[in-house]
C-alpha cells in the first residue's frame, strides 16, 4: 500500500511538473508528429508503387505499427538509463540512497510519470489524425486487441524500464556508458520496428524481433496484424519470461552495484 | 539507560581503483588493469549519545564525508561496525532511513520546479506519513524555519540561504532522531548561516534532535556543536569538548604590545618568541609554550620595550582549526597507501 501510494504521488507530481511546461509538450508533439509523419508518407508512396500491398500487409496495418512505436516511445522509458547514469556520475544517487525506498523501482516511476502526460496527449491526437486520415483495421476492432494491447503495453513497459536500468546501472562500474546505451537502443528501435515495420523484415530479424527482450520490449507494434488474435499469448509469455529473467538480474546488479558506489567527497 | 544514538567501533572504509600505466599498452590496461587501494577511514571508533550536537572536522580528503555516508547506509563499510539508533545502516538501510535525516550542503534534494510546499509533501508520502500530519507538519516547520514568504515558490528561484533552510526543513519532515549535516551553511552569508544555526540548535532543543555535523565553518562547530571530533588522514586524531579544542591544540600565546610613545627598533626576540606584526604603534608577537613560558616571555619582551600596554590572548578556533590541518598531518604517519 505504502508503495503504490509514492508511486501514485511521483506519477502525480512528474505530470504536475510536466504541465508546468507546456512549451515542452508543443516540441514533443511536433517533433513526434514530424518523424512519424515524415516516415509514414514514405511508406504510403512505397505501398502505392506495389498496389497497396508489400508481403501480404497494407499500408494500413504498416501506419498503426509504427504509430503505436512512436506514442510508445513518447513514454521516454529509455531515459531511465541516463538517469541512472547521471545519478551515479553527478553523486546524486547519495540522495535517494539514504530514502526509505527502493532507487531502481523509484527511478522506474519517477521516468514513467515523466512521460505520462506527453504519452497521452501524443497519443490521443495521434489516433483521432491516424483514424480521420487513413481509418482503423478491422483487427483492432475486437475485445481481445484492447485487452492483449494494454497486457503488451504494460508488460513493454516493464520490460523497457529494466533493460534500460540494467544499462544505467553499468554506470557504477564504467565511467561512460553510452556507447552500451546507444547499441541497445538501436537494437530495441530496430527490432521495434521504428525504421522497418515488423511485418517487412526478414524471417532472422522477425524471430529475433520476437525472442530478444530488446523486441519484446515493443510488443505494442505487433498488435494490429491479423496473426496477433492466435499468437498473443505466446507473446505475453515471452514479455513475462524476460521480466523474470531480467528482473532477477537486476535485482541482483543492484545489490552488487550499491557495494560498489563511490561518489564525491566518498 | 538510553542506549548510544551512534557508536562505530573500528569502521575502515577502502576505494579501490584503476589506474593507467603509462608503461602499459591499452589491451593491458583495458583487461589487466593496475588497481590502487586508498584508506578513506582507517579504524575509526566513537559514540554518540542522544540528543548531542557533534561536529566532525577535518581538512579535504581527511574521511570526514565517507564516514557519513558510512552513517547512513550510503556507502558500505569494509571493516568494523556500525550502529546508528541500534540499526546496521549497511543491513537496514531503509528501515534506518525512517530514523535519520540528511543534508548534504551541495547536493538539492527538492524538486526544482515545483513549489516548495510540493517537495515537502512529497517527502512526507516518501516517509509514510498520514495527509494529516503531512499538513501538520508542513505548518510546523513553515512556521519554524520561516518559510512562509517563498513556500509557494519554484525552489529553483529561491535564494541560496532559503533554499538551505528549505533543505533542512525537508530534511525534518519526518521527526528524525539524528540529523547528518554535511557542510550545510556552505556558500551562504553570515546571515543565512546564523539563521540556520539558531534553527539547528532550536530543533535540537525542541525535538531533541541528535545533530552530526560536518563544516569547514569555525561559526558553525562554535556556535551548535558541544562536542567536536577531529579526523585526518582517515583516523581520528581528537576527540573533546568544542571548548577544549584551542586548549589543547594551541601552545601558542598571542601578545600585543602597545608603545608609551612608538617603537623605533624591532631588536630580535629570544628563541620561541617570533614578531607576527610590527609597526610604529602595536608589535605583536607570538609565544610558543612549548619552548617558553608565558611569564618568562612577558620578563624578556619588558626588558626589550617600553609599554604602556600589554593583551595577552590564545588564538581563536578557526586560528586553532588551521593550526590543526596544517600542523596534525606532519605529526602522524600517513595512512594512505
Redo the contacts between chains.
Sequence with gaps: MKELRLANKIVTTQIKDRIHYPGRLVADTLANIGRCGILLLLYWYVFNLREGTIQNTTFLLVAWSMFFYFAFSVLRLRDIGKTIMEDVRSGTVEILLNKPISYILYRAWWQLGGGLYSFLVIGIIGTILLTTLIGIPDTMMNLTFALSLAAVFILGIVLSLILYSIVGMLAFWIEEIRPIFWMVDKSVMILGGSYLPIALFPDIMYKLAIWSPFGASQFVTHTMYPSWTREWYSFVGIQLFWIAILGMFTYFLFQKAKQKLSVNGG | MNPDAIRVSGLS?K?T?PVKESSSNWIRNLLFPQTREIT?VDAISFAVKPGERVAFIGPNGA????????L?????PTLGEIKVLELDPAKD???L??K?G?V?GQ???L?P??PLT?SL??FG????LPNRDIRNRIRELTDLFQLHAFVDQ?VRKLSLGQRMRAEVAAALMHKPEIIFL?EPTIGLDVVAKKSLRDLLLTINKEESTTIFLTSHDVGDIESLCTRTIVINHGKIIKDLPTRELARTFVYEKYIDLIPEKSFEHFPDLPEGIRYLTQNKNKITVVVDNNTIGLQESLKKLLDLFEVEDIDVYSADLEAVIRHIYEKVPHERTPTRK
Design positions: 572504509k576505494f581503483f578513506a574521511g570526514k564525508s565517507t564516514t557519513i555516508k558510512m547512513t547506509g550510503i556507502l558500505f538501510r531503509k528501515k532511513a525512517y535519520i540528511t548534504f547536493r538539492s534534494q524538486l520546479n515545483l510540493d509533501e512529497f508520502v516518501m516517509y509514510d519554484p554535511d
